[in-house]
């Protein structure tokens, strides 16, 4: 932890003076520490944890001026608005500026002026730059979105390879990488290829338990599903991630006939339509964005309400990464992922025609078989993420579909069925995967069932009072309950679990909602609805959108929905009160203070 000393007494007013903060979160002071202390050093932190601080905090304590390195245009923009907004001198280098402003953003390095600079990495590989950067006095390197550099990762970006040679450049500048996922592997693959030297490793569980997450088998195109969440978050932020550019018009047009300001956004529209739907959305002039992966990473909006997905997420690490963009702020949010086995189809055709490699496919195809478990699991679905990142937490107690849910569902002996699936398995040799075990239970006639002669079995054809989708349930919670493991390419085998169940000394049992899922709406979480939509809040919104207008920048970026709604409760009177709230600082308080502080008197002086 930080020492107890002058420069520690100076950090902590730093704190409070630039960023309105009396306290550290978990795991931020020490990463501060090892920046500050010039130590290499890996932070895995679920998103909203407040990984930015942790660099940005000793950037503005150290000499020189900190590197970072950041996948988008869009998010340098956001953090250096938020940046100059505290008061912090940060500048970002990219494409769309003016040689005469790049030239004075030079200048301004040179005499050291400035505290933080945001480049991306292909500003970074471009001819000249490194000779320039040499020039000046760096503190620290940071690499946002570390899990880019990793083929192994789910966002790998050839241009983050080429920043391994930061390393050799500059052998006696600090590097810090941030990401809020990472397996092992994508880990291990960070720290060898920046070549970090004895990092400083801080790593948070992977649970958000102000995160609500859902996942339910999609009804049609699921369109009347996601309206309903949408209608309950009254006009709230969010955004619904669909499968296809076609699927995300197709989804902003029901929206918008029903009354839900939303607009498309997907890699076919131009940079200028990309850009002006980008800008809506942070301003809150936009309600819904309805986009592909393309859009999202690295956004920093911290009021989104709610993330849906309309389709099978391709991993749980986007899909971990994605649902992260909600709540950010620490208030409640919604997440609901709606599915069903087509997706999972249309995922393994893009997965073949891939150009990738035996092993990019294998590992591709293990991806989505966690995924598949993951929606139709029964577990805690905050315990299942962490797992899958090696973490170990308590169920969610109330913060899943599943946990809400314990207890007031029927459950349903599966047993003969799971000894059906089980001596499918056996008698097929334990060579193949799921969907095929299915077509022989089920008596397919296709030209790969007869052709290895599994007609023939004593198995063939005693699954046919089942569906597809019930068989394919049930060997998920085979493999839930580890009766079967999935092998490479998903080949299945039989467990000593598994092998129990077919003897008749273990029963299996499944949530009749799991195998028979019900049309029902969702449930509505509304207490933070209704103190988000008091007069009060309403009142310091509009006030806040005044100045965001004004200033040119996102309306976050003032205060955030936290902060307001702090304000909205405590009511300041005086300056004491409202630097006493959680976000605002002097620097802050000296441009806004005194117009909030005015509204909120003439708010108590209304309510007597």
């Known amino acids: 932890m930080i020492d107890n000393s002058t420069d520690d007494r100076r950090l902590h007013a730093t704190l409070k003076e630039v960023f309105g903060f009396s306290e550290f979160r978990e795991h931020q002071a020490l990463a501060v520490q090892s920046i500050i202390d010039n130590k290499d050093t890996l932070m895995l932190l679920p998103t909203g944890g407040g990984k930015s601080l942790c660099y940005q905090l000793p950037a503005i304590m150290k000499e020189g001026v900190t590197i970072v390195v950041s996948p988008l245009l869009a998010l340098m923009y956001d953090q250096v608005s938020a940046l100059k907004v505290m008061g912090v001198k940060a500048e970002s280098l990219s494409s769309m500026q003016s040689e005469a402003e790049v030239q004075r953003i030079q200048r301004e390095l040179m005499e050291q002026k400035i505290k933080l600079l945001y480049v991306s990495p292909e500003r970074m590989a471009a001819r000249g730059f490194i000779e320039f950067l040499q020039h000046l006095k760096i503190s620290t390197f940071v ?33 810090a990488a941030f990401t809020a996922t990472a397996t092992q592997k994508v880990k291990s693959d960070i720290i060898n290829q920046l070549h970090l030297n004895d990092p400083e490793l801080i790593k948070a569980v992977a649970f958000r338990s102000n995160i609500t997450i859902r996942a339910k088998n999609r009804e049609g195109n699921g369109q009347k599903q996601l309206l309903a969440l949408i209608r309950q978050k009254q006009g709230e932020s969010g955004i619904v991630y669909a499968f296809s550019r076609k699927e995300t018009e197709e989804i902003s047009r029901f929206l918008n006939v029903n009354g839900v300001i939303s607009r498309a956004y997907h890699a076919g529209m131009s940079i200028d339509e990309r850009t002006s739907v980008h800008k809506a959305f942070m301003d809150d002039s936009l309600q819904v964005v309805v986009a592909t992966v393309a859009f999202g990473m690295g956004i920093d909006k911290s009021n989104i309400r709610f993330v849906i997905h309309t389709s099978m997420p391709k991993s749980i690490e986007n899909y971990y990464q994605e649902i992260g963009r909600a709540g950010r702020d620490g208030l409640e949010a919604q997440t609901l992922l709606l599915y069903s086995m087509s997706d999972v189809v249309n995922r393994k055709s893009l997965i073949e025609k891939n150009d990738g490699s035996d092993e990019y496919k294998r590992v591709a195809l293990q991806q989505l078989n966690d995924s598949i478990r993951f929606a139709s699991g029964e577990v805690c679905r905050h315990k299942g993420i962490a797992a899958y990142f090696g973490d170990k937490i308590d169920d969610c107690k109330g913060v899943c579909d599943n946990c809400l849910e314990a207890g007031s569902f029927q459950i349903t002996d599966i047993s003969v069925e799971g000894q059906k699936f089980l001596s499918t398995v056996h008698k097929t040799a334990q060579s193949f995967g799921s969907h095929y075990v299915i077509d022989v239970l089920r008596g397919s006639e296709s030209q790969k069932v007869l052709s290895t002669q599994h007609n023939l079995l004593s198995v063939y054809g005693i699954g046919r009072d089942r569906s597809k989708q019930e068989w394919l349930t049930i060997a998920n919670r085979l493999i839930e309950i580890e009766a079967l493991f999935q092998a490479d390419f998903g080949v299945l085998k039989i467990t000593e679990k598994g092998v129990a169940i077919l003897k008749g000394e273990q029963k299996v049992s499944i949530k009749e909602t799991t195998l028979n899922p019900p049309k029902s709406p969702i449930k509505s979480e509304t207490s933070l609805n209704n103190e988000i939509h008091s007069p009060e809040f309403e009142t310091l919104r509009v006030l806040r959108s005044h100045l965001a207008r004004e200033e040119k920048v996102p309306a976050y970026v003032i205060f955030s929905d936290k902060t307001l709604l702090e304000m909205s409760h405590k009511m300041p ?5 409202m630097l006493a709230i959680s976000g605002i600082g002097m620097v802050k308080y000296d441009k806004y203070g005194e117009q909030f502080l005015e509204v909120c008197r003439e708010l108590s002086r209304a309510k007597g």
């Not at 690499?143 to 990793?150: L, P, R």
């Not at 009177?573 to 009160?577: A, I, L």
């Open 143 to 175: 690499i946002d979105e570390a899990h880019c550099i990793s083929e192994w990762g789910h966002e790998f970006r050839d241009d983050y390879r080429k920043l391994s040679s930061i390393r050799s450049t500059f052998p006696h500048v600090s590097i």
């Open 573 to 577: 009177k005086m300056k004491e009160d």
